[in-house]
């Protein structure tokens, strides 16, 4: 019995590794299509909300109203983001010599050697010879944009013969609602999941903005937009987003103490809702360990990237669901859960 728990142990190790070693060679794949199923679940939780709140609407008109709705939305937050980033650049040459001056009198009043000027920096660095990786990194960015665009295409396609699909996969009745029941967990899991970051990102934003805005700094509602895309990095990008700003603040200011301020502003509203209030909403709302969010955003950071981090949390929220169903394997879902009591099978008639 012993010899055949760790065989069996072994052989589960052996195919994870397996599996992560295939999706990281496949990430260009796997990462647009993963990528399009989130997209499509925003996407009809969106419609069923239509259809929730505004039941006047036809029920053919919900889903592509939810579908332009979201694509507008994501269009104009790239315009934003484009227009604010083009002039966000032309300031920083610009105030390029007041950085100068700011690291200066902080070498001095540290008693250190000074650094060398921001110009120096930039010659010897020469960003010319990397001018054609970060062409390369917005070609594959941009053609990965459109593989998921064209995946969402194919899945709201395919999404009308599901119904029968899942008859044909599932003949029994039972099994089949139990199948169903599980996806329906998933999906609402993974709306949830959203909702609660972008609730938690909205006030992030809103209350970093204000503060931003008392102290005069500019480009505030940049920054504010910036913020709130980082905090979906669960911690990598809350300490990005408590960073940049009170950098930048030391250019737009000859007084360090505008940036200290911002700083710890933004170091308080990033803990009492980041640090605080998030875990205790994903405990709550996603029953998932907060230590279990750090690990598979290691795990998944490395095998996918930026995009890996962003899905990590929803894709173990997934993994639970799943491993909860099988009697061998639900082990694993009670340890990353966060109550120990992961949804199972028997709660199918509730979901």
């Not at 195919?15 to 399009?36: D, E, K």
């Not at 010599?97 to 050697?113: E, H, R, S, Y």
């Amino acid at each position: 019995m012993q010899a055949s728990a760790v065989a069996r142990i072994s052989l589960v190790v052996i195919a994870v590794v397996t599996a992560g070693a295939a999706l990281h060679w496949a990430a260009a794949i796997f990462t647009p299509l993963v990528l399009a199923v989130f997209l499509l679940i925003l996407v009809d939780g969106f419609a069923r909300a239509l259809q929730r709140h505004a039941p006047w609407l036809p029920e053919w008109a919900d889903l592509p109203l939810a579908l332009v709705i979201t694509l507008a939305a994501m269009a104009l937050a790239l315009v934003g983001v484009l227009n604010n980033a083009a002039s966000f650049g032309q300031q920083l040459v610009t105030d390029a010599p007041k950085l100068n001056l700011m690291i200066g009198k902080l070498a001095a009043q540290l008693g250190v050697p000074a650094p060398p000027a921001l110009q120096q920096v930039i010659q010897q660095v020469n960003p010319a010879r990397y001018v054609g990786d970060i062409a390369g990194a917005l070609q594959t960015i941009g053609s990965g944009a459109v593989y998921v665009f064209i995946y969402l295409g194919f899945l709201l396609a395919s999404r009308q013969g599901f119904s029968t699909k899942a008859a044909g996969v599932w003949p029994d009745p039972d099994i089949r609602r139990r199948a169903v029941a599980v996806l329906a967990r998933i999906r609402d899991g993974v709306q949830r999941y959203l909702w609660i970051q972008t609730v938690s990102g909205s006030m992030i934003a809103l209350s970093a903005f204000a503060l931003m805005l008392a102290v005069g700094l500019e480009h505030a509602d940049f920054w504010a937009f910036l913020i709130f895309i980082l905090v979906f990095i669960p911690v990598i990008g809350g300490l990005v987003a408590g960073v940049l700003p009170p950098l930048f603040a030391l250019i737009q200011y000859n007084d360090i103490w505008p940036a200290v301020i911002v700083f710890v502003g933004l170091q308080v509203i990033l803990f009492a809702i980041g640090t605080i209030l998030l875990p205790r909403m994903q405990r709550d709302g996603l029953n998932i360990d907060p230590v279990v969010v750090l690990l598979s955003l290691a795990i998944w950071g490395s095998i996918w990237g930026i995009p890996g981090m962003f899905l990590s949390t929803p894709l173990t929220v997934m993994a639970i669901v799943i491993l909860a169903q099988f009697p061998g394997a639900r082990w694993i879902a009670v340890l990353l859960s966060g109550d120990g009591e992961p949804w199972s099978g028997a709660q199918a008639d509730d979901a």
